[in-house]
Structures are given as structure tokens and as C-alpha cells.
């Protein structure tokens, strides 16, 4: 009967990083680095937003598009952070976390034969949506610019491709990179899409875990034609609740509407209740984390420097993403591999982000520092080791 199935399904495979966490997670005493989770509990006085709607039986569907309230949360929210106005009633969609939003972005513009560009080394998430709408991802390697994307791989691309180009992801602050833009990159990113008749799809969920500066989101120069990513996940640690955010122009969330619609009905009202208590009493609960993200990170980017890892220094989200020095198992699979057998710490194999991530690790550096200074004596007793 596997036959039957849609043949786009045997095109895709599980991520690659949940693969490889299964794989090593049944190792004793194995410190994992691995999954893109923060640390953190959801804020005290958030969870007590989830009891009370349990309590007084929001336990109900709300309408497709979800709640006005929470709607109207999240338009003041990224107003007062990004200042960009959506419209509560008709630019803004609650989904299932931001990866029902890309899910649901993807399909309603995608058609088969369609390609679309995406930076790379990049999250995972996106090329298997992709495929499954019959369309092809186009990678624009950005590992010999410090992971930046430039105006002039878009003009590349656009000049071998032309209209088969239907969009363009971004995602940043980057995962797997940690790295992010300046106003000044995201205005000649954005200068130079209004060339083409693209749409982007740009995923900002880490956008409150900025730390040299202010997130700068593209539909602030591009409106008519972004599609932006958000949630809750990253900023209030609430990946469990699974509630994210579509907000884009009137004209694109109709279309966009119609399919969430059919992939999830509405998201959790319990979710979404919660969510307006973090998006309004919580606006500023990710600065208390930001400033422990950045002790680890610069904890961790200093002593894998001192390791011999090349690593652009990242300016947001929570991941390390270095360079395996020469002399070492240079296929990032099997270093991650080896790594765990010997020293029990897991990593993620560079792979996992497309080709250009090959020969290349990402660490998450979301956990306590007592298990990023032990997890960084395991590397250091590895990589002595191993000289």
C-alpha cells in the first residue's frame, strides 16, 4: 500500500535533527545540545493565564483566524517592538506555532514547478513544505560571507532562474547561525526584491533574542509583499503551547486564511488566552533571558575560538554554529557521531542545515551554564584527544 501514498512523501525524510537526538539520546549521561527549546519555564504569570481559561471553559473553538483579543495583542506587540502597524481584524492569523504558519504560507503560494530561494546553510523546516507543494528550493550559500545574504546572490539567482523564482525565505536571527541584519543589510535586501515579482516569507520567531541591536523586520520597507513568521516559542519560552503568528497584508492573509483554515480548524483557545497575557502583561519578559543568552553565548563562543572552531560571532537567537578545525573528522556527521560514543555530548552535524552547513556543528547553547561549562570540558577533552 506504501505505493499509494502521495509520491512528494518519499522525497522527504524526518529532520535530520531529530534524527540524530533519537540517536544519541539513549547513551547514559549524555549532555544534549541539540534541540532549539529554551531552557527556560514559560513565565509564571502566563501559565496562570492558561489555568484561568481552563477554569472559566475556554475550552472551545474559537473562529478560523483566531482570537480578536489575541489578534489584538499581537498588533500592538510588534507595533511598539517593530514599529509596523498590522490590522488586528484582517492582516493577522493565530496558527500552531510558527511551524503550521510556514506550512500554511508555503502552500497557499506555492505551485508545482515553482522555486524558491533560500539562503543557506538554513533551518530545515522549510524544504520538505516545498517539496510537498511539487516546487524546488534555489540555495544561496552564505558561508563565505559570514552567513550574510547579499543583493547580489538574489540578482544571481533571479538572473539564471528568472519567473520560476515564486519567493524567498528568510530567517532571522538565523538558525542554524545565530546570525542576523543590520537596517542597513535588510534595506538592501529589501531594495532589491521590489526588482522581482517575489513574495518573502520572512521567519522573525527569534526576533526578541536580538543582542547588538534592534530587530529590524523587512516588512517594514517591503510590506505589500512579506509574509512574516512569528510566535511565542522563542520569546516567552512556550514552544509547548504551540502558538505562533501570520501577519501580512490584507490581500495575502485572505489567501493565506483559507488554507490554515484546512490544515488546523483554529489554534488552542487555552494557547491563545495565555498568549494575550504574554503578548501584553509579558512584552518585555524576553529581556531577562536575552541577558543570560548572552552570558552562554559568549561563554561558549570563547572557548570553542580557543578550540580552534571558526565561528561568525552570532547577534541573536541561541545557537553556535562553528567550523570543525583541520585535523578533525571533517564530515560533521560522523564528528557529531564520534563525539558522542567517546565524550557523551551532542551536537548537531552542520549537514543537517543543507550543504553548505557540511563541515560545520551547531551547538544550542539554551541550557543552564553549569551544562555549557561541562559540556565545553567535553569538547576540550575531546578535540585534546583527538589531536
Known amino acids: 500500500m506504501t505505493s499509494r501514498f502521495n509520491k512528494q512523501v518519499n ?65 500592538k506587540f510588534f507595533d511598539k517592538k517593530y514599529g509596523i502597524a498590522y490590522k488586528p481584524e484582517t492582516e493577522i492569523l493565530v496558527t500552531v506555532g510558527a511551524t503550521q504558519a510556514i506550512s500554511a504560507a508555503l502552500l497557499a503560494i506555492l505551485e508545482e514547478g515553482d522555486k524558491v530561494l533560500l539562503p543557506s546553510p538554513i533551518y530545515p523546516g522549510y524544504e520538505p513544505i516545498i517539496t510537498l507543494a511539487k516546487a524546488d528550493p534555489v540555495y544561496l550559500d552564505t558561508s ?3 552567513f ?19 519567493a524567498i525565505i528568510l530567517n532571522y536571527p538565523s538558525n542554524p547561525t545565530g546570525v542576523t541584519y543590520t537596517e542597513e543589510e535588510v534595506k538592501a535586501i529589501a531594495d532589491t526584491v521590489k526588482k522581482y515579482p517575489i513574495f518573502v516569507i520572512s521567519d522573525e520567531i527569534y526576533s526578541e533574542l536580538t543582542y547588538d541591536g534592534a530587530h529590524i523586520s523587512i516588512s517594514k520597507y517591503i510590506p505589500e509583499r512579506t509574509i512574516i513568521i512569528n510566535g511565542l516559542s522563542k520569546s516567552h519560552a512556550m514552544t509547548g503551547w504551540r502558538l505562533g503568528f501570520i501577519l501580512a497584508d490584507e490581500k495575502l492573509t ?43 553565548r559568549d561563554f561558549v563562543y570563547e572557548e570553542m575560538t580557543k ?24 564530515n560533521s556527521m560522523d564528528f557529531c557521531v564520534d563525539l558522542a560514543k567517546n565524550n557523551k555530548l551532542a551536537i548537531i552535524p552542520g549537514i543537517a542545515f543543507g550543504q553548505a552547513g557540511e563541515g560545520y556543528v551547531r551547538i544550542s547553547y539554551a541550557a543552564s551554564m553549569e551544562t555549557l561549562q561541562e559540556a565545553m570540558k567535553r569538547l576540550t577533552a575531546y578535540m585534546n584527544n583527538k589531536k
Open 254 to 296: 485572505k489567501e493565506i486564511m483559507k488554507v490554515h483554515q484546512y490544515l488546523v480548524t483554529a489554534a488552542s483557545t487555552i494557547s491563545q488566552k495565555a498568549a494575550i497575557r504574554a503578548l501584553v502583561e509579558g512584552i518585555d519578559d524576553a529581556n531577562e533571558m536575552k541577558i543570560e543568552y548572552k552570558k552562554r
Open 148 to 166: 550574510v545574504l547579499t543583493p547580489e546572490m538574489i540578482d544571481q539567482a533571479m538572473s539564471e532562474y528568472g519567473d520560476q523564482i515564486k
Open 307 to 330: 578550540l580552534g572552531f571558526e565561528i561568525a560571532r552570532p547577534n541573536g537567537a541561541f545557537y553556535i554554529f562553528g567550523k570543525i578545525p583541520q585535523g578533525y573528522i571533517q
Open 144 to 146: 563565505k560571507n559570514n
Open 11 to 75: 522525497k522527504i525524510e524526518v529532520s535530520l535533527i531529530r534524527r540524530f537526538d533519537e540517536q544519541v539520546s539513549s547513551i547514559k549521561d549524555m549532555i544534549k545540545l541539540t534541540l532549539g527549546e529554551p531552557d527556560f519555564n514559560t513565565p509564571e504569570h502566563v501559565k496562570a493565564a492558561g489555568i484561568e481559561a481552563i477554569e472559566q471553559n475556554y475550552t472551545h473553538y474559537t473562529g478560523m483566524t483566531g482570537l480578536i483579543e489575541a489578534r489584538e495583542a499581537m498588533s
